[in-house]
């Protein structure tokens, strides 16, 4: 069986703003009512498939294991790396881990925010790669260009490309527009899609010999590894130590022999909101519309609104995207969609907050957002899984006042445990130890006011805490 190994550590900024730092684009559902990784992992699934392997960073773990639970996937295991090293690190990791338990498995590596609109065409291109992998090659998947891409990375053919796995001559760097179209004609380059299979004892010597100075860090801090509420923490100090670097220029560019099977069934890595808008389902005149957004006699125009309470019309627009979310607009033409990132860049250096967070904070329990931030006040939204608690805690400086609009909460302030049901109230002193929690089946809202003289998320004393954030 294949194990997959999905990467979901990233936090890009091409599509702000809906994808931010803190919630970046993986989690979205971008194209349809999935998000890019349950996609991803859903692809990766079936009787050819082991259970996923997923490496993230600890922001995202709890994350991870609620998309996952949500289609009914058990990941076989979820790696938390303790810094970002790049996609080298990540798959040694993976590579060690599995050594351990399953040292003749076939590892295939999936970024897990790539659009692939046919599973069943991807899952027959795996099986062509398969016997090859088993024979003690690295494989990869090449897409069958549509366009000469200049956001793309290529892989040059050693022959014309057939319905086999054939063997990979060179990767090629990303090229400019006049080159692009030059190596799309000659019907001999591939995008590079930055998927490979390979078994784990092919990529580990493959590390042995090209990349001898990442093994001892990251073996080290995969056997010092820690297991927390299910995930398996990387060992921090040894992980420092290994270098950042990608796996093409670590192994794959320094490799002989390399196959390719090529793709033809349809892929993006939505690189860009110019992406989003050609996966998009679009009218006569190429215009995209979702959520609450309106077009009046516009043209190969992408229209997103993200929040119900946000009417954004479009008015005779001609090649313009145009995103809103509840706390900022993007307004960009078509042509500068690569250029997003000059945006989070700018607001940055504003310190501005819109740049990474969202007003929509998630966490273990559920999430929460501010509806309004006034003086000495705060009203917020709390939403509260099934069976979720939040922490055991106290404030120094404020007081809270709880209104349940659905559901039913399990209060605890001081010695007193009661439920509050819905159109019921409560009020948590200051300094009082307090908790929330959800016995229920369904989940829980509520309406907290805040009172105080400062309301910010570090004015938490946490005792006990079911997440170990104590």
Same mark, same amino acid.
């Given at each position: 069986?294949?194990?997959?190994?999905?990467?979901?550590?990233?936090?890009?900024?091409?599509?702000?703003?809906?994808?931010?730092?803190?919630?970046?684009?993986?989690?979205?559902?971008?194209?349809?009512?999935?998000?890019?990784?349950?996609?991803?992992?859903?692809?990766?699934?079936? &009787?050819?498939?082991?259970?996923?392997?997923?490496?993230?960073?600890?922001?995202?773990?709890?994350?991870?294991?609620?998309?996952?639970?949500?289609?009914?996937?058990?990941?076989?295991?979820?790696?938390?790396?303790?810094?970002?090293?790049?996609?080298?690190?990540?798959?040694?990791?993976?590579?060690?881990?599995?050594?351990?338990?399953?040292?003749?498995?076939?590892?295939?590596?999936?970024?897990?925010?790539?659009?692939?609109?046919?599973?069943?065409?991807?899952?027959?291109?795996?099986?062509?790669?398969? #016997?090859?992998?088993?024979?003690?090659?690295?494989?990869?998947?090449?897409?069958?260009?549509?366009?000469?891409?200049?956001?793309?990375?290529?892989?040059?053919?050693?022959?014309?490309?057939?319905?086999?796995?054939?063997?990979?001559?060179?990767?090629?760097?990303?090229?400019?527009?006049?080159?692009? #179209?030059?190596?799309?004609?000659?019907?001999?380059?591939?995008?590079?899609?930055?998927?490979?299979?390979?078994?784990?004892?092919?990529?580990?010597?493959?590390?042995?010999?090209?990349?001898?100075?990442?093994?001892?860090?990251?073996?080290?801090?995969?056997?010092?590894?820690?297991?927390?509420?299910?995930?398996?923490?990387?060992?921090?100090?040894?992980?420092?130590?290994?270098?950042?670097?990608?796996?093409?220029?670590?192994?794959?560019?320094? &490799?002989?022999?390399?196959?390719?099977?090529?793709?033809?069934?349809?892929?993006?890595?939505?690189?860009?909101?110019?992406?989003?808008?050609?996966?998009?389902?679009?009218?006569?005149?190429?215009?995209?519309?979702?959520?609450?957004?309106?077009?009046?006699?516009?043209?190969?125009?992408?229209?997103?609104?993200?929040?119900?309470?946000?009417?954004?019309?479009?008015?005779?627009?001609?090649?313009?995207?145009?995103?809103?979310?509840?706390?900022?607009?993007?307004?960009?033409?078509?042509?500068?969609?690569?250029?997003?990132?000059?945006?989070?860049?700018?607001?940055?250096?504003?310190?501005?907050?819109?740049?990474?967070?969202?007003?929509?904070?998630?966490?273990? =329990?559920? =999430?929460?957002?501010?509806?309004?931030?006034?003086?000495?006040?705060?009203?917020?939204?709390?939403?509260?899984?099934?069976?979720?608690?939040?922490?055991?805690?106290?404030?120094?400086?404020?007081?809270?006042?709880?209104?349940?609009? #659905?559901?039913?909460?399990?209060?605890?302030?001081?010695?007193?445990?009661?439920?509050?049901?819905?159109?019921?109230?409560?009020?948590?002193?200051?300094?009082?130890?307090?908790?929330?929690?959800?016995?229920?089946?369904?989940?829980?809202?509520?309406?907290?006011?805040?009172?105080?003289?400062?309301?910010?998320?570090?004015?938490?004393?946490?005792?006990?805490?079911?997440?170990?954030?104590?």
């Amino acid at each position: 069986m294949i194990t997959p190994i999905l990467l979901c550590g990233g936090s890009g900024t091409r599509l702000w703003p809906l994808s931010r730092k803190s919630y970046p684009k993986q989690f979205v559902p971008l194209v349809g009512d999935r998000t890019l990784f349950q996609a991803s992992a859903e692809r990766l699934s079936g &009787s050819a498939f082991d259970r996923p392997l997923v490496l993230t960073n600890n922001d995202f773990r709890f994350i991870v294991t609620e998309q996952l639970s949500e289609i009914g996937i058990d990941p076989g295991a979820v790696l938390i790396e303790p810094e970002g090293r790049n996609t080298a690190p990540a798959i040694l990791a993976a590579a060690l881990y599995l050594e351990q338990s399953n040292p003749d498995a076939l590892m295939l590596i999936a970024p897990s925010d790539h659009v692939i609109p046919d599973p069943e065409a991807f899952r027959a291109a795996v099986e062509k790669g398969t #016997e090859a992998a088993r024979n003690g090659q690295i494989v990869t998947f090449g897409i069958t260009p549509t366009h000469g891409e200049t956001g793309y990375g290529y892989l040059e053919l050693s022959e014309a490309p057939g319905d086999s796995a054939i063997a990979l001559k060179r990767f090629v760097e990303k090229p400019d527009a006049a080159r692009a #179209e030059e190596m799309v004609a000659s019907g001999m380059y591939l995008w590079n899609a930055g998927i490979f299979l390979f078994s784990v004892g092919t990529i580990l010597n493959a590390f042995r010999t090209l990349a001898p100075e990442l093994v001892p860090p990251v073996a080290q801090s995969v056997a010092e590894a820690k297991s927390d509420l299910g995930f398996l923490r990387l060992a921090p100090e040894p992980w420092s130590g290994a270098g950042d670097i990608s796996i093409d220029y670590a192994i794959m560019e320094r &490799s002989d022999g390399l196959s390719v099977v090529p793709f033809s069934a349809g892929w993006s890595d939505l690189g860009g909101w110019d992406a989003v808008w050609r996966e998009s389902a679009q009218d006569a005149r190429g215009v995209a519309t979702s959520g609450t957004a309106t077009a009046i006699d516009c043209e190969n125009t992408l229209l997103r609104s993200e929040d119900d309470r946000v009417e954004l019309v479009g008015l005779g627009l001609r090649n313009v995207i145009t995103v809103a979310t509840p706390d900022a607009v993007l307004v960009a033409d078509a042509s500068r969609a690569q250029d997003v990132k000059l945006a989070v860049a700018a607001l940055k250096a504003k310190s501005a907050k819109q740049a990474t967070m969202f007003p929509k904070d998630h966490r273990p =329990w559920g =999430w929460f957002e501010s509806l309004v931030v006034g003086n000495r006040f705060q009203v917020k939204r709390i939403h509260v899984h099934p069976g979720a608690a939040l922490s055991l805690q106290s404030h120094h400086h404020r007081s809270e006042h709880w209104i349940v609009v #659905e559901g039913t909460a399990r209060v605890t302030i001081d010695e007193e445990v009661r439920l509050v049901t819905e159109n019921q109230s409560v009020y948590i002193p200051l300094g009082a130890v307090h908790r929330m929690e959800n016995p229920g089946k369904v989940p829980m809202v509520l309406i907290e006011v805040q009172t105080g003289s400062y309301l910010g998320e570090d004015d938490i004393l946490r005792y006990e805490d079911i997440y170990a954030r104590t």
